[in-house]
């Protein structure tokens, strides 16, 4: 069963259609003109609309633009008089289902109806199932919904499934790891170990000694043979962090084992073959230091196949919001503290803060603020200093003199969500309209 919007200037035949189809069991709206029904439409998102195509004010033709534009769901039977059946036709190419010719064959639209309610529900349930996998592929601790973002979660989607290495940039704190992680974890290799090494915080011998492994003696201190972090991970991934750190002598031997899949152990004459794949990150520009001659150009190649740059905090300020969100969640959780969220004030001064420390200092001044927080909501009292002071941020927005309030209404709708982080609660508080109204404008006006 399904909900039918039938659209007929007359009266009569409008009648006998909402009275044949709702002993059915479906649920039938009506409406008089095409203006009137795109309004009902909109409104109720009816699964089927049941329009004439001669009607005064908006025709059945432009009624059925208007409607898929906004509704690319909703199937739409046309009823056209005879010596309009090339009409119906061009009609059908614009994205109606079918079309019947008056007198109505009650027995065929039944059909129709049923075959259409079937066409709509397969087109709702891949809706779905491509939801399901964009909420599979958002992986867990990545949490945003900026642009930026969005092409990032995109990139990891098509890229993980593959064996491509991966260079990921970005400044230190934005999340480098957590896409490493997402790689790996939604790859074929997932069953296989995840292995991780910051190479800035080793000196060479021993960077050397991680990534490969050492024989017993091979140097002081080295009392046993020991694996290296290629062989740990063989048939798995090695992430390596803060890749421009490491040394051109290590360089060449990172190369050599991207290139030949092999290597020897420090110390050792045994060569070992492994199957790994290389995801690296950091926070330098390589193409400068490959310029100034500290990282070698035939190794830079090799390991940004694919290259995901993690653009900083401030530069995706819509983010902020439900990062605040996602860290009051799991900081309330950890501290079984009965934090639910925050005050306008403090979140607007924390979507106004740049984050030189970027996702990892948000998330540090979250969990010091769930702690300190004496109420279920977090205000500006527990925000640090450094926060507390930033001036929030206040704009206007110019408009040309004859835009009509549609224009404006739309445009102030846009502003205030770009500027609360989309966070529809809050702009619809701004606004001064409540929630729901707040979603009809914006699927109204496609925001």
Same mark, same amino acid.
């Given at each position: 069963?399904? $909900? $039918?919007?039938?659209?007929?200037?007359?009266?009569?035949? &409008?009648?006998?259609?909402?009275?044949?189809?709702?002993?059915?069991?479906?649920?039938? =709206?009506?409406? *008089?003109?095409?203006?009137?029904?795109?309004?009902?439409?909109?409104?109720?998102?009816?699964?089927? #609309?049941?329009?004439?195509?001669?009607?005064?004010?908006?025709?059945?033709?432009?009624?059925?633009?208007?409607?898929?534009?906004?509704?690319?769901?909703?199937?739409? $039977?046309?009823?056209?008089?005879?010596?309009?059946?090339?009409?119906?036709?061009?009609?059908?190419?614009?994205?109606?289902?079918?079309?019947?010719?008056?007198?109505?064959?009650?027995?065929?639209?039944?059909?129709?109806? @049923?075959?259409?309610?079937?066409?709509?529900?397969?087109?709702?349930?891949? /809706?779905?199932?491509?939801?399901? %996998? &964009?909420?599979?592929?958002?992986?867990?601790?990545?949490?945003?919904?900026? *642009?930026?973002?969005?092409?990032?979660? *995109?990139?990891?989607?098509?890229?993980?499934?593959?064996?491509?290495?991966? %260079?990921?940039?970005?400044?230190?704190?934005?999340?480098?790891?957590?896409?490493?992680? !997402? /790689? @790996?974890?939604?790859?074929?290799?997932?069953?296989?170990?995840?292995?991780?090494?910051?190479?800035?915080?080793?000196?060479?011998?021993?960077?050397?000694?991680?990534?490969?492994? @050492?024989? +017993?003696?091979?140097?002081?201190?080295?009392?046993?043979?020991?694996?290296? &972090?290629?062989?740990?991970?063989?048939?798995?991934?090695?992430? =390596?962090?803060?890749?421009?750190?490491?040394? =051109?002598?290590?360089?060449?031997?990172?190369?050599?084992?991207?290139?030949?899949?092999?290597?020897?152990?420090?110390?050792?004459?045994?060569?070992?073959?492994?199957?790994?794949?290389?995801?690296?990150?950091?926070?330098?520009? %390589?193409?400068? !230091?490959?310029?100034?001659?500290?990282?070698?150009?035939?190794?830079?190649?090799? /390991? @940004?196949?694919?290259?995901?740059?993690?653009?900083?905090?401030?530069? &995706?300020?819509?983010?902020?919001?439900?990062?605040?969100?996602?860290?009051?969640?799991?900081?309330?959780?950890?501290?079984?503290?009965?934090?639910?969220?925050?005050?306008?004030?403090?979140?607007?001064?924390?979507?106004?803060?740049?984050?030189?420390?970027?996702?990892?200092?948000?998330?540090? /001044?979250?969990?010091?603020?769930?702690?300190?927080?004496?109420?279920?909501?977090?205000?500006?009292? #527990?925000?640090?200093?450094?926060?507390?002071?930033?001036?929030?941020?206040?704009?206007?927005?110019?408009?040309?003199?004859?835009?009509? %309030?549609?224009?404006?209404? +739309?445009?102030?709708?846009?502003?205030?969500?770009?500027?609360?982080?989309?966070?529809?609660?809050?702009?619809?508080?701004?606004?001064?309209?409540?929630?729901?109204?707040?979603?009809? +404008? $914006? +699927?109204?006006?496609?925001?």
């Amino acid at each position: 069963m399904g $909900i $039918i919007l039938v659209v007929e200037d007359q009266k009569p035949a &409008r009648a006998a259609l909402v009275s044949a189809l709702s002993k059915d069991g479906h649920k039938l =709206l009506e409406a *008089q003109t095409g203006k009137e029904g795109l309004q009902s439409a909109l409104e109720n998102e009816p699964d089927i #609309v049941i329009t004439d195509i001669r009607m005064p004010e908006m025709d059945g033709m432009e009624f059925l633009g208007a409607l898929k534009e906004k509704l690319p769901q909703t199937e739409v $039977i046309l009823i056209t008089a005879y010596g309009n059946v090339e009409l119906a036709v061009q009609a059908m190419k614009r994205g109606a289902y079918d079309f019947m010719e008056k007198p109505i064959d009650l027995v065929k639209l039944r059909v129709l109806i @049923h075959k259409a309610l079937e066409k709509r529900a397969l087109a709702v349930e891949n /809706i779905a199932l491509r939801e399901s %996998l &964009r909420q599979k592929y958002r992986f867990d601790n990545i949490v945003g919904a900026s *642009q930026k973002m969005s092409e990032i979660y *995109q990139i990891v989607t098509q890229v993980a499934p593959t064996n491509a290495t991966v %260079l990921i940039t970005g400044e230190s704190g934005t999340g480098k790891e957590l896409i490493a992680n !997402a /790689i @790996h974890y939604n790859s074929p290799r997932k069953e296989r170990p995840l292995v991780k090494l910051n190479c800035a915080s080793l000196s060479e011998t021993l960077l050397e000694s991680e990534l490969f492994g @050492h024989e +017993k003696g091979a140097f002081t201190g080295a009392i046993s043979r020991r694996k290296g &972090r290629f062989e740990i991970a063989d048939g798995g991934t090695l992430f =390596l962090d803060e890749i421009g750190g490491v040394s =051109l002598a290590v360089q060449v031997k990172l190369l050599r084992v991207l290139q030949e899949r092999e290597f020897e152990r420090v110390g050792g004459n045994e060569t070992i073959k492994v199957d790994v794949r290389l995801v690296t990150a950091t926070n330098k520009d %390589l193409k400068k !230091a490959v310029e100034e001659g500290t990282f070698r150009e035939d190794l830079f190649y090799r /390991i @940004h196949v694919v290259t995901i740059d993690v653009p900083p905090l401030r530069e &995706r300020k819509e983010d902020i919001p439900p990062l605040v969100s996602h860290f009051i969640n799991k900081f309330a959780a950890e501290n079984k503290k009965n934090v639910k969220g925050v005050t306008d004030e403090a979140l607007l001064l924390l979507t106004s803060y740049d984050y030189p420390g970027n996702v990892r200092e948000l998330e540090n /001044i979250i969990e010091s603020a769930v702690v300190m927080a004496t109420g279920n909501l977090i205000d500006v009292s #527990v925000l640090p200093p450094s926060v507390r002071s930033v001036t929030p941020v206040c704009e206007s927005i110019p408009l040309p003199v004859g835009s009509t %309030l549609t224009d404006v209404e +739309k445009r102030l709708i846009g502003e205030t969500l770009r500027l609360t982080g989309g966070n529809k609660v809050q702009a619809a508080k701004v606004l001064g309209i409540g929630t729901r109204t707040l979603y009809r +404008k $914006i +699927k109204e006006y496609n925001l």
